[in-house]
């Protein structure tokens, strides 16, 4: 009878791991089919295993958009089938993140998010403008892809065309303040010959193993359809944005004021914070946050025993001398000064640092005008390409000394660049986590980041810790002022006002992050929801843990998930410190 039942035992264990690993099975069959679809769907996610020269473009037409909703909600399904209980412990959360991506995949199709192409920071104009300038020819193998690549971005200036009628006919456009003046993008591809286009540019060097016979065959093939197609395309869409879609995008500011508003904005707010909060949850949270640090701000105010209010205050940092550089070299070495300083802090924060190092670079001229302070491009051990920390040396007296602390804290590390390189390295992750981004994890790291700079006594004035509280002062506006755009009816005067009277930012950048604001709906929420999500379960741990706590071991621990949606942060780090308890 013992023998019989350990013998029954045995049995129905080892079926409870057969089902377990069906499951498991189940789950990543799906995620690799789903995967090759995406590349069947999105040619640069083919290039990333392949390598092949680019060759072609992703259709945004509004025919494949909803035959991609049909198959993402096909994968849902799929997904809602698989047994979560009966998965691994990764496992578990690679189907949440997975499932996340597709819900906001078909959220974004059923509120006709794709009618929106450009907002005041990014464009589909801007990749496609840039491509010629990007591409470098070294065989003909290269150079035949490149011409067909042409012909990809034709196409997809007429289909982004149709997006943005269809757009217009349907009142799903971004607000018409935000879009004057972006056509200066496209104006440098406007030439009259096509050897003077960016898009010739690759033509004029020949590979040492093509012969001259054969490379101006190819060029000549290159300058005629540029000449042809290319060029006359360029004209027409800048004619369409100036005459017709300028003139008539709607006039009202809030997302919810579009057509199924509501639900658009909500759905912007679950992609980019991860987290199911109201707009008023959101809007009290900013209005708590603002009033903290403001706090803060005046009691720095005092201590410098300045004789004034705080809006003397920011007036003195905004106009006086010393808190400015005086070339774009002044700038950028400021800006490398503070980078290698806390690169000798880093060892202090983290037991793990990345292989891949970071350069410092200007943000590009052809977008530095209306860009942010600054921002973090990607780089990529296999193929050979540090990340770089941009800066904006345009408009110096738009760009304080006193923020660049902080800035490079978030930007460079150990914000945005130290997080994304460990991410490359991490071991078993698909390629669904490797190649996406998950907002309220990135820039809610990069914004917790910059507080660290006070643990490492990094910020060497009081005006450098002013300067921090700025930009965390910056990201709290966001909540109220995004929040109030968008769903209370705030005028853009009004959220100028707001964002102008609360921190030190330039009265540039204040223009520049509002418009942002207005014209990208939900994703400045990501930054200080994210953060707060951070420093909660920091504290957790720190109570719980009490002097056995390691910060070391914390972020460790962080940055090993990969980048997560905030309620798997919260799980997995909950069952980190159990672990420790």
Not at 146 to 170: C, D, F, H, R
Not at 449 to 458: K, M, S
Not at 465 to 482: K, N, P, Q, S
Request: hydrophobic content about 40%.
């Amino acid at each position: 009878m013992f023998r019989r039942t350990i013998i029954g035992l045995a049995t129905v264990l080892s079926v409870s791991s057969l089902y377990a690993a069906d499951a498991n099975q189940q789950l990543e069959k799906l995620w690799n089919d789903e995967w090759d679809y995406r590349a069947t769907q999105y040619p640069s996610i083919a290039r990333m295993s392949t390598g092949a020269p680019q060759s072609s473009l992703a259709s945004v037409s509004e025919p494949v958009q909803l035959q991609r909703r049909a198959q993402w909600a096909e994968y849902i399904e799929q997904l809602d089938a698989i047994d979560v209980a009966k998965l691994s412990d990764r496992n578990r959360i690679n189907h949440a993140i997975l499932r996340g991506q597709l819900v906001n995949r078909v959220s974004s199709v059923d509120t006709k998010a794709y009618l929106i192409t450009m907002n005041s920071d990014w464009g589909f104009h801007n990749g496609l403008a840039g491509i010629g300038k990007q591409t470098t020819l070294a065989s003909v193998e290269d150079a035949n892809a490149y011409l067909q690549l042409l012909q990809a971005v034709v196409a997809s200036l007429q289909e982004n065309t149709a997006l943005m009628q269809k757009g217009l006919s349907l009142g799903i456009t971004p607000p018409q303040v935000v879009l004057k003046g972006r056509e200066v993008a496209v104006e440098p591809l406007l030439v009259k010959q096509a050897k003077d286009s960016h898009y010739f540019t690759p033509f004029k060097t020949r590979p040492d193993n093509v012969d001259d016979k054969t490379w101006s065959m190819l060029a000549n093939k290159g300058e005629s359809y540029i000449e042809k197609s290319m060029l006359p395309a360029w004209r027409d869409f800048y004619q369409f944005f100036l005459d017709d879609y300028v003139p008539n995008a709607r006039t009202t500011l809030a997302a919810e004021s579009m057509p199924n508003g509501k639900a658009f904005y909500q759905g912007q707010i679950r992609e980019y914070t991860t987290l199911d909060l109201t707009p008023a949850q959101i809007h009290e949270t900013g209005l708590k946050e603002v009033a903290r640090i403001k706090a803060e701000m005046m009691a720095i105010i005092n201590e410098l025993q300045f004789d004034g209010s705080f809006a003397e205050f920011v007036e003195f940092l905004r106009t006086d001398e010393q808190f400015y550089a005086k070339t774009p070299r002044e700038l950028l070495m400021v800006a490398s000064y503070y980078s290698k300083k806390i690169d000798g802090e880093l060892p202090k924060l983290f037991g793990k640092m990345p292989r891949l190092p970071y350069a410092v670079k200007p943000v590009p001229a052809a977008i530095a005008p209306y860009y942010t302070a600054g921002r973090y491009s990607g780089g990529s051990a296999a193929n050979h390409k540090a990340g770089e920390y941009w800066v904006n040396t345009s408009k110096l007296k738009s760009r304080p000394l006193y923020a660049l602390p902080a800035l490079t804290l978030h930007e460079a590390v150990p914000g945005h660049h130290l997080q994304a390189a460990l991410t490359e390295e991490l071991d078993g992750l698909p390629n669904f986590r490797r190649y996406s981004y998950i907002s309220a994890y990135g820039e809610g790291w990069a914004l917790y980041t910059e507080r660290l700079g006070t643990e490492v006594d990094y910020y060497e004035t009081p005006y450098d810790h002013f300067g921090r509280l700025t930009y965390e002062m910056w990201r709290a506006c966001r909540l109220v002022i995004d929040t109030g755009v968008h769903a209370m009816g705030w005028s853009r005067e009004q959220a100028l006002d707001y964002l102008g009277s609360n921190t030190a930012l330039s009265m540039h950048e204040v223009t520049t992050e509002v418009d942002r604001y207005i014209s990208w709906p939900g994703q400045a929420l990501s930054y200080k929801l994210g953060e707060l999500q951070i420093w909660q379960i920091r504290r957790d741990a720190e109570a719980r843990l009490g002097d056995s706590f390691q910060l070391r071991e914390f972020h460790d621990a962080i940055m090993a998930l990969g980048p997560v949606p905030m309620n798997v942060l919260t799980n997995e780090m909950e069952r980190w410190i159990a672990s420790k308890e």
